[in-house]
């Protein structure tokens, strides 16, 4: 039996020789052109469940309404396992609208993946927006929708920003599971890697899907320091952590 | 382990569920077995670690901080990552799992102990609790609530990535999810498998609910 101290370093080796040798690098099958395949099966699922999480959360907070429909669906959202998700991708894909295997299987679980933790806490970020500010703005005689726009949102944007870093990085973190539904993206090294016994390429994808997940975070963290409103920021992370709590 | 990806024709084999019910029952079992384990486990570790971050203040940072990368690694690839050391074995199911569950209960624990008012533990020094009697008897039954709140996230958790645990073999009903992948799509297993774990997930969920309802009859509104 090899000690495994001597397995770890030659795993530490070949992982390292695997990111440093430029023919996994480059061609339609290197690193380069996989993290722009992940970076868009991450993008596109985002980005749609943001144009539709955010606006229903941040509506349903305003008028404290669906509190019911919103702990359900925040409950449920966190119950489905991210395999599962995989399933009703593939399922929706491939037999209900016939779009096939690849790229739409892994887009629709991530963007199922991304609604539950963008409303939930677009909800709880207007809805527990202080009440006093609330009055006092009314009593100003600012309409409804100025309430809700120069308000509300500027008061809860901390904790919808939060939530998006968090759900992002959620989002890329679990792309890597489109690579059992033949998808593309830096997944493929993980699956393919296992696959072949290949244990520098398997970790070499690890490595990659990290730092790809770390850089969003380093990203989206730089873009909140420009878009919440000084006064307000550097007030959330634990709450917003804790409505979203899952490990893909 | 790649999925055959031919689109099977034909009508659904919905049959197959009541056929096999043996089959998933046992699945069942195995894909409770494995969360509880982890659980308890996890719990045991958790509750060492948050004791340390209480009494020793600087920790608190590294822990969290360390636990917090572990959860943001996709699970499969951490099961992958350990598969050439410890082997396709339950062994390689539970390190994943266990770690997963830290950061959600030793972030849970801390804020529901540090929850517990100044006053309070001020009032029971003055009528002479020790140190131990003191954590046992009035902190612990008070950070209760925040603490089974992180217990049911974890649980919940747990639940879903067993699933994934299918990839080195084992992962309870995560197993039909893989098998119905490479059979053509095959609906009823899909359907078993990605539907069962929900089930069990709200179950217990909704069961550890009702435990702090009877444990902590004075708090009816917890911290989620």
Do not use: C
Not at chain 1, 220 to 238: S, W, Y
Not at chain 2, 139 to 152: K, Q, S
Not at chain 2, 180 to 209: E, S, Y
């Amino acid at each position: 039996m090899v000690a495994p101290g001597g397995r770890l370093m030659d795993a530490i080796v070949e992982t390292f020789r695997w990111l440093t040798d430029a023919a996994s690098w480059t061609g339609p099958r290197g690193v380069l052109a996989r993290s722009l395949e992940h970076l868009w099966i991450s993008l596109v699922p985002l980005a749609s469940a943001m144009a539709v999480a955010i606006p229903a959360g941040v509506l349903a907070g305003h008028h404290r309404r669906g509190q019911a429909v919103g702990a359900a669906i925040s409950n449920l959202g966190r119950a489905v396992p991210s395999l599962a998700l995989l399933v009703f991708g593939l399922l929706l894909s491939v037999r209900v609208l016939g779009l096939g295997f690849s790229f739409w299987p892994i887009v629709f679980t991530l963007f199922f993946l991304a609604l539950q933790p963008l409303f939930t806490n677009s909800y709880t970020a207007v809805r527990e927006a202080d009440p006093a500010l609330l009055e006092a703005a009314r009593g100003q005689g600012l309409s409804e929708r100025d309430v809700l726009l120069a308000v509300e949102l500027p008061v809860a944007s901390p904790v919808i920003l939060t939530a998006v870093r968090i759900t992002a990085v959620q989002v890329v973190a679990t792309a890597p599971l489109g690579a059992l539904a033949a998808g593309g993206g830096l997944g493929r090294f993980i699956i393919d890697g296992f696959g072949q016994k290949d244990d520098g390429q398997m970790l070499g994808g690890v490595v990659l899907v990290a730092v790809f997940a770390l850089l969003v975070e380093f990203a989206i963290t730089r873009l909140e320091r420009r878009v919440v409103p000084g006064p307000l920021q550097g007030r959330t992370d634990a709450a917003a952590v804790v409505a979203t709590g899952r490990a893909n | 382990m790649s999925p055959v990806l031919a689109q099977a024709s034909g009508g659904i084999r919905w049959s197959w569920i009541g056929d096999n019910l043996d089959d998933i029952w046992e699945a069942t079992v195995e894909h409770l077995w494995l969360t509880g384990i982890a659980m308890v486990v996890g719990f045991a570790i958790a509750m060492v670690l948050s004791v340390l971050a209480i009494r020793y203040r600087r920790l608190y940072g590294p822990i969290t901080a360390t636990t917090g990368v572990i959860f943001t690694i996709p699970s499969f690839a951490l099961f992958f990552v350990l598969a050439p050391f410890t082997g396709l074995t339950v062994l390689t199911a539970e390190i994943g799992l266990v770690l997963y569950t830290l950061l959600v209960l030793v972030r849970n624990t801390v804020a529901g102990l540090d929850g517990v008012p100044e006053d309070v533990k001020e009032a029971a020094r003055g009528m002479g609790y020790t140190r131990n009697r003191l954590f046992l008897e009035i902190e612990l039954p008070l950070a209760l609530p925040v603490i089974i709140a992180g217990l049911r996230i974890a649980t919940v958790t747990t639940v879903g990535l067993v699933t994934i645990t299918a990839l080195i073999t084992f992962g309870g009903l995560g197993r039909f999810i893989l098998d119905g992948l490479q059979q053509n799509l095959f609906v009823p297993k899909l359907v078993v498998g990605a539907v069962g774990p929900t089930v069990l997930a709200l179950v217990l969920d909704g069961a550890l609910l009702l435990v702090q309802r009877a444990l902590t009859p004075w708090s009816r509104r917890a911290a989620a």
